[in-house]
């Protein structure tokens, strides 16, 4: 089985594969690159507060330099700043080296005085030269056994930034460690509010994505069966015009016979009623042979297939010649059939003069066929740059409902006056057709138990030139 086989085969279950891929495929990624946009927003706010606290540390610094070696000077300093700034400085300390350890000379938390700490942390900033600094999370802190034990006992356990640098005095020697404890709720609320509205933001565009997709899925099964439905209706109309071709020779030989035995050109028929079931095998032969032209046409304006060739041509001869073919059929009902002539010569038109034929024969025989009694009038006009040609009747007419779809294919007005009434229901969309390819317009107008007036507009010769 080649590629082109398989896929064709498995067209069905290839496209449900698929849409259940995109559906998982496009909310993951969306929700992938949504993480790796709020970790990036994270670590840009992280980079801010330890560029801003370590600011701070050197500013802190700066004012408590001068004091370096007075301890009680330096805890009333740092308490008015604690005081005049309660919501961001949760401890400020001060460490001198003692041995190994460092311990602490002056602190916000009091509790802390004089307490010696064995830390990494203050053994890194030590080392530091003058006007460098640490500046560290406590998450980050805690990242060994001892840091964890140091931020737990000494620092509790809310998130915080630690800014720590050495302290020199006026020579630039190193006398001491500023430890300062910036509190980072603020910060993490706002961060926490963040991420908690990107997440909802987030969940709502995975439902609409998946909502979307699944609509998709089902506009794509859509798609598929127009194309299914499309090639089932070309199929249709190959079978309808080969069917078609096939039927006009027998019905073409039929319809000679007949012709000929009711023409007594075989012999005269002595038999009447013999004559008779003749007549009716012609008549039901041309019925016939209009359906198969109609199917033909059908087929072939569905295709683009129908040729029209329109030249200027002149419309009276044209009009006299379908009068006088048809009143055979209205003087069977005992119907008036007249063309008014206008008493100004007619323009030339620009219309195909078969196809112009083909169409007034059909318009003209829906009135002899729809009226009972009264009579069925040709007009023509000149309206601007149209030529229009008019057709009244005193039928049994159409209600505004019954119009709305008359030009479509198959339509009929069903009632029990045309129940009588043979036809296709093509006759109407085809002459629509072939007008517009005419470049032409037709209108109808219509009240039932009154009559219906058809008028056919098409382009005066002069005027396309």
Known sequence: MNVKNFFSKNRESLQLIYGVFLIVLIPVLIAINAIITISSYNDNIDVSIQRQAQAIGRTINTLLKDDINNYELIQGKIEKLALANPDDFQNIEILIPDNDNFKIVASLEKDNINKTLDFYYYSLAWKLKEN??????SLRLANTEEGKRIVKDLYSDDRFWLITMPMTDEAGNKQAILSIKLSSKIIDDLTTTTTNNSIYILIAIILIVILFLSITVKLWDYVLLYKKIKEVDRMKDEFISIASHELRTPLGAIKGYVSLIIDETFGKIENEKMKQSLNKVMISTERLNGLVNDLLDTSRIEQGRLEVSNKEIDVLPIINDIVDQLKVSSDEKNLILEYKKPNNKL???????????????????????????????ISTYVENDKLAIKIADTGIGMSAEEQKHLFEKFSRVQNDKTKHITGTGLGLWITKQIIELMNGKIYLESMKDVGTQVTIKLNIAKSIK
Do not use: H, M
Request: charged share 25%.
């Open 132 to 137: 460098e600094s640490l500046a560290t999370d």
């Open 347 to 377: 323009p030339n038109i620009f219309a195909d003069e078969e196809r112009l034929k083909q169409a007034l024969v059909n318009l003209i025989g829906n009135s002899i066929k729809y009226t009972e009694e009264g009579n069925i009038t």
